[in-house]
């Protein structure tokens, strides 16, 4: 399985609503509930309407469209960087899942799939 790594830095944030987002932007991803409006997108194009962010992420996804009947994939990377302590932020789209890292265990990270038996594509 492929793993593309993506070059841009990322910020999770918590917003005041979405008003000021970029959706033009090449990345960015909303979560909405009855307690938070949620944001992750390029770090330099956090809106100024932030309530809280958390800069230094990087991202990587799953190359290609999973389909839905597909188990465990997610999980798999999940357990692999878990066991090399290794927190992960997770997003899933319809096509497939992005994850985040922080930007200080980004190539280890990257390395650490390598071993497990993910390519890594540019």
């Given at each position: 399985m492929e793993i593309k790594k993506i070059n841009y830095d990322f910020s999770v944030c918590k917003v005041a609503?979405?008003?000021?987002?970029?959706?033009?932007?090449?990345?960015?991803?909303?979560?909405?509930?009855?307690?938070?409006?949620s944001l992750i997108c390029i770090t330099s194009h956090v809106p100024s309407n932030v309530i809280k962010r958390e800069d230094g992420w990087k991202a990587f996804r799953i190359q290609g469209i999973l389909d839905f009947t597909l188990i465990g994939i997610l999980a798999e990377i999940a357990g692999i960087l878990a066991e090399n302590q290794?927190?992960?932020?997770?997003?899933?789209?319809?096509?497939?899942?992005?994850?985040?890292?922080?930007?200080?265990?980004?190539?280890?990270?990257?390395?650490?799939?390598?071993?497990?038996?993910?390519e890594i594509v540019e």
């Open positions: 609503d979405y008003s000021q987002v970029d959706f033009d932007s090449e990345y960015s991803f909303v979560g909405k509930t009855d307690e938070e409006k290794i927190a992960i932020c997770a997003i899933s789209t319809f096509n497939t899942d992005y994850i985040l890292t922080k930007k200080e265990n980004y190539q280890k990270a990257l390395k650490v799939l390598v071993n497990a038996g993910y």
